[in-house]
T-cell receptor
């Protein structure tokens, strides 16, 4: 069974440009997460979806970040315009039910470099 | 104060050593305690999971939780070069939010 698939793996853009990341969760997983991991830090939650609904987006910088999860499956995360401080690894994860009762599976991440 | 604090690395040990990795947390509502392993340029993968205070063993790995002290540990026995990775503690209160520590980078040398 395929795991969580993310694309692209790497992205280099100039500041002020837009960028989008895509995530395909594990089939049947209703919960989808986007995390950001800065160098030398642990992942930090940006947004969590339960099916199509964003149920926790309190840490998402809404002035420049947006996300959507169409039909409760794939998800995209967008940054517009990108800033130098957005350079990080963006991780997508999915789970079937609440973590603690079940495991969250992570994709390999998209490494974003803003120059 | 961060909700989860993790001992900083990097940590370098010889092959065969016993490794101790530690985290503390501040919120007594946290119920589930996990250790994730993250290889370079990969996503985190679940290594150990525990719910209650005490020890849980899986092969060379032992996860220890002390809820009274809000302290969790991961022990690796007979460490191998393949154990070289970043180890992240992660804690949740039973909902759907995982809170991670900063991670400890471990290198096991031949």
């Amino acid at each position: 069974e395929a795991g969580v698939v993310q694309s692209p793996r790497y992205k280099i853009i100039e500041k002020k440009q837009p960028v989008a990341f895509w995530c395909n969760p594990i089939s049947g997983h209703n919960t989808l997460y986007w995390y950001r991991q800065n160098l030398g830090q642990g992942p930090e939650l940006l947004i969590r979806y339960e099916n199509e609904e964003a149920v926790d987006d309190s840490q998402l910088p809404k002035d420049r970040f947006s996300a959507e999860r169409l039909k409760g499956v794939d998800s995209t995360l967008k940054i517009q315009p990108a800033e130098l401080g957005d350079s990080a690894v963006y991780l997508c994860a999915s789970s079937f039910g609440p973590v603690g009762n079940t495991e969250a599976f992570f994709g390999q991440g998209t490494r974003l470099t803003v120059v | 104060q961060k909700e989860v604090e993790q001992d900083p690395g990097p940590l370098s040990v010889p092959e065969g050593a016993i490794v101790s990795l530690n985290c503390t947390y501040s919120n007594s509502a946290f119920q589930y305690f996990m250790w994730y392993r993250q290889y370079s340029r990969k996503g985190p993968e679940l290594l150990m999971y525990t719910y209650s205070s005490g020890n849980k063993e899986d092969g060379r790995f032992t996860a220890q939780v002390d809820k009274s002290s809000k302290y969790i540990s991961l022990f690796i026995r007979d460490s191998q070069p393949s154990d070289s990775a970043t180890y992240l503690c992660a804690i949740t209160g039973g909902g759907n939010k995982l809170t991670f520590g900063t991670g400890t980078q471990l290198k096991v040398e031949l």
